[in-house]
């Protein structure tokens, strides 16, 4: 009979691509999780993985293994979360989320307030974390529920193995210092906003394009960026302080934000959805924190 730990290994050997990965994840060493694997192999009788530079991809009988294995683990991951109500005699078990920062304030808090009352026996885990990161640690279970952002036009990959719920839609707004000769305005008109001093995310994330893009699509300029941070409530803190400008979502300035002034651009509405993943087949306490977020996301956006 082969072993479940070991089936595990192997399945987080193909996720990460690398035996090191792997370990790295898992907290092993390479070599323990190499003699792990070799016993797979001997108890399957034929290899499993092949090395292909400096990564290693499933053989055909290492893809059925990891796809049996998925089964196999979910199935363990629902009897652990039964059995836990049945001996709590209520709705139990440990669930952890991922989230970005934002999202994180204002919705997985709240929810984590809200489920210690309603639901006292699931232990909330959670961490702060992007998506890029967090889609993989959600398929090989080192998480179970993951809060993401996709903003307009950039389209975050399809996860046809995962579940993904709406949880709410954000406008995108204009920060200004409120002493900017634009500030009174309902509508900023973003082509008037060429000379100012940007404040906007690091490059490479789904911010800092979607900056770009917007102030190119709707503004016709190429945005003067000259202050970058990944922490969005220190873009809104550099637009009060150094005269900047941002373009920041309803999250982040929630109901409202002393001292800059927050309008929406005047050539267009430009949003971020924000959204759910789980892995397809839900525990009943990660089904109750999904409901605890949704219910959390609800009449979070500003009108």
């Not at 039964?82 to 989230?99: C, F, K, M, N, P």
């Amino acid at each position: 009979m082969m072993d479940l730990h070991r089936l595990r290994l192997l399945r987080e050997v193909h996720g990460r691509g690398t035996v090191h990965g792997a370990a790295r994840a898992l907290g092993y060493s390479p070599s323990a999780i190499s003699q792990q694997l070799a016993v797979l192999e001997r108890e399957a009788g034929t290899p499993l993985l092949e090395r292909i530079g400096r990564n290693v991809r499933l053989t055909a009988a290492g893809e059925v293994l990891v796809r049996h294995a998925t089964a196999l683990l979910d199935g363990v991951e629902a009897a652990e979360a039964e059995l836990a109500a049945v001996a709590a005699g209520r709705v139990a078990g440990v669930v952890r989320i991922a989230s970005f920062q934002s999202a994180f304030i204002r919705v997985v808090a709240p929810a984590i307030r809200s489920l210690a009352a309603s639901h006292p026996d699931i232990r909330v885990e959670a961490a702060e974390l992007e998506v890029e990161q967090a889609a993989p640690a959600l398929r090989l279970q080192q998480l179970d529920v993951m809060v993401g952002d996709e903003y307009d036009g950039q389209p975050r990959a399809v996860h046809t193995d995962l579940r993904r719920e709406h949880l709410l839609r954000e406008h995108i707004r204009v920060i200004l210092p409120t002493d900017h000769p634009l500030a009174a305005s309902d509508r900023v008109p973003l082509r008037e906003l060429a000379e100012l001093p940007w404040a906007a995310c690091q490059p490479g994330t789904g911010h800092r394009e979607m900056h770009v893009r917007v102030c190119r699509e709707l503004g016709g300029f190429e945005p003067d960026i000259r202050y970058s941070s990944d922490d969005l409530l220190i873009l809104l803190e550099l637009v009060r302080t150094t005269g900047a400008g941002a373009l920041l979502p309803d999250l982040v300035v929630g109901a409202g934000a002393p001292g800059v002034a927050v309008r929406l651009p005047a050539e267009g509405d430009v949003g971020r959805a924000v959204f759910l993943l789980t892995r397809r087949t839900r525990t009943p306490a990660v089904a109750a924190v999904a409901d605890a977020l949704a219910t959390a996301a609800t009449g979070q956006t500003r009108s």
